[in-house]
Nanobody, 127 residues
Framework: QVQLVESGGGLVTAGKSLRLSCAHSGRTFSSYNMAWFRQAPGKEREFVAAISWSGRHTYYADSVKGRFTISRDNAENTLWLQMNSLKPEDTAVYYC????????????????????WGQGTQVTVSS
């Protein structure tokens, strides 16, 4: 049974940074490509960033490119999202997700069916 547990959310002012963590337990962490999604009140869930099982490949939404960094440590079974220069529009519940499919050249992390999801962590950015 795979479990994903997010942490690190909180309330910050615009321009500050936060680092989210996603702790994985169960099946081997390196079996999964991982991603972060977010959902703001009244809005649909949106893709934020993804990383291949090896960490070699990353993919970002345009809205966070250059500000957010996704990373992982397979030995620590942990995924991170470093969020810098936060904006009020980054306010949302952030979720990590795990996908067991192959990361091929045409892999689209926005469109895959994720096998497992965490419960989410709230990020609030005040202006």
């Amino acid at each position: 049974q795979v479990q994903l547990v997010e942490s690190g959310g909180g309330l910050v002012t615009a321009g500050k940074s936060l680092r989210l963590s996603c702790a994985h337990s169960g099946r081997t962490f390196s079996s999964y490509n991982m991603a972060w999604f977010r959902q703001a009140p009244g809005k649909e869930r949106e893709f934020v960033a993804a990383i291949s099982w090896s960490g070699r490949h990353t993919y970002y939404a345009d809205s966070v490119k250059g500000r957010f960094t996704i990373s992982r440590d397979n030995a620590e079974n942990t995924l991170w999202l470093q969020m810098n220069s936060l904006k009020p529009e980054d306010t949302a519940v952030y979720y990590c997700a795990a996908d067991s499919s192959l990361w091929t050249t045409d892999y689209n992390p926005r469109a895959v069916w994720y096998d497992h999801w965490g419960q989410g962590t709230q990020v609030t950015v005040s202006s």
